[in-house]
């Protein structure tokens, strides 16, 4: 399996506070078969001001502990970008990371209001070359409360990112169901652990990926944690010939009844 939004990089963000617990955190990933992580430390221009060169460093000398250690964990460098206006421009000017720095990028939007023109961002970044993943939408509100607004956003091209936690109902029953209903609707493309430690939010796969594979068969589940995070290592678009998304039920119920309960 590979990790594609992982806060393994210790000192950047809200992750690992130090090598120490980074390392804690790179033998619980390899102990539940992860074998590659993306390192996403969190991008925003006032809190978290990671650029692109500063983490390719960071990557490098996890790299050398890793080795140091004998954990046999690949790293590559990311990040997951916080919504910005001139977040194209300075993708552009190579100041912010890629996954693998390539033409992916990991992006996360507010969680509480949907941003004002975000179709037409997405679009944007679309017609720039970019390949665009969204981090968690399960664990925003607005499409909690509207998930078509979801499926039209992989219409437009976008990724989606389910988060292992969320699947598993460790946010609740609610964001649990709904990634249960993403699932069977061909809307997710990648599960990810979003770690940022050893207690909460750890660097865990296996548990999840068996629970997509209750949900939409073994071979969805593989997409998600291997095939698509390869496309992503090498840069390429997705192969969704047989993997369309499929309409949500319109019904003047709550989405989390679609199916009876």
Same mark, same amino acid.
């Given at each position: 399996?590979?990790?594609?939004?992982?806060?393994?990089?210790?000192?950047?963000?809200?992750?690992?506070?130090?090598?120490?617990?980074?390392?804690?955190?790179?033998?619980?990933?390899?102990?539940?078969?992860?074998?590659?992580?993306?390192?996403?430390?969190?991008?925003?221009?006032?809190?978290?001001?990671?650029?692109?060169?500063?983490?390719?460093?960071?990557?490098?000398?996890?790299?050398?502990?890793?080795?140091?250690?004998?954990?046999?964990? %690949?790293?590559?460098? @990311?990040?997951?970008?916080?919504?910005? /206006?001139?977040? $194209?421009?300075?993708?552009? &000017?190579? =100041? *912010?990371?890629?996954?693998?720095?390539?033409?992916?990028?990991?992006?996360?939007?507010?969680?509480?209001?949907?941003?004002?023109?975000?179709?037409?961002?997405?679009?944007?970044?679309?017609?720039?070359?970019?390949?665009?993943?969204?981090?968690?939408?399960?664990?925003?509100?607005?499409?909690?409360?509207?998930?078509?607004?979801?499926?039209?956003?992989?219409?437009?091209?976008?990724?989606?990112?389910?988060?292992?936690?969320?699947?598993?109902?460790?946010?609740?029953?609610?964001?649990?169901?709904?990634?249960?209903?993403?699932?069977?609707?061909?809307?997710?493309?990648?599960?990810?652990?979003?770690?940022?430690?050893?207690?909460?939010? %750890?660097?865990?796969? @296996?548990?999840?990926?068996?629970?997509? /594979?209750?949900? $939409?068969?073994?071979?969805? &589940?593989? =997409? *998600?944690?291997?095939?698509?995070?390869?496309?992503?290592?090498?840069?390429?678009?997705?192969?969704?010939?047989?993997?369309?998304?499929?309409?949500?039920?319109?019904?003047?119920?709550?989405?989390?009844?679609?199916?009876?309960?």
């Amino acid at each position: 399996m590979i990790d594609i939004h992982c806060h393994l990089l210790p000192g950047l963000d809200d992750g690992p506070g130090n090598m120490d617990e980074a390392l804690s955190m790179a033998r619980l990933a390899v102990a539940d078969g992860i074998h590659g992580a993306i390192c996403t430390p969190h991008w925003h221009p006032m809190r978290w001001p990671n650029e692109r060169v500063a983490i390719l460093q960071a990557v490098a000398e996890m790299r050398h502990r890793l080795d140091t250690e004998g954990l046999p964990l %690949r790293v590559w460098a @990311g990040s997951e970008l916080a919504l910005d /206006a001139d977040l $194209a421009d300075r993708l552009g &000017a190579g =100041r *912010l990371g890629t996954l693998n720095d390539g033409r992916w990028v990991l992006l996360e939007l507010p969680g509480a209001f949907p941003p004002p023109g975000i179709e037409d961002y997405l679009w944007m970044l679309r017609r720039r070359g970019y390949e665009v993943v969204l981090a968690h939408p399960e664990r925003y509100a607005y499409i909690r409360k509207d998930p078509a607004r979801l499926h039209a956003w992989v219409e437009m091209g976008v990724a989606v990112q389910i988060t292992a936690s969320s699947l598993l109902g460790r946010l609740g029953p609610e964001v649990s169901t709904l990634c249960r209903v993403l699932l069977e609707h061909q809307l997710v493309h990648f599960l990810a652990s979003d770690a940022h430690g050893t207690r909460s939010r %750890r660097p865990l796969l @296996g548990d999840a990926s068996r629970a997509a /594979a209750e949900v $939409a068969g073994s071979q969805a &589940a593989r =997409r *998600l944690v291997a095939d698509h995070p390869e496309s992503v290592l090498r840069g390429e678009p997705l192969d969704l010939r047989d993997y369309a998304p499929q309409a949500l039920p319109s019904r003047n119920r709550p989405w989390y009844r679609f199916f009876g309960k």
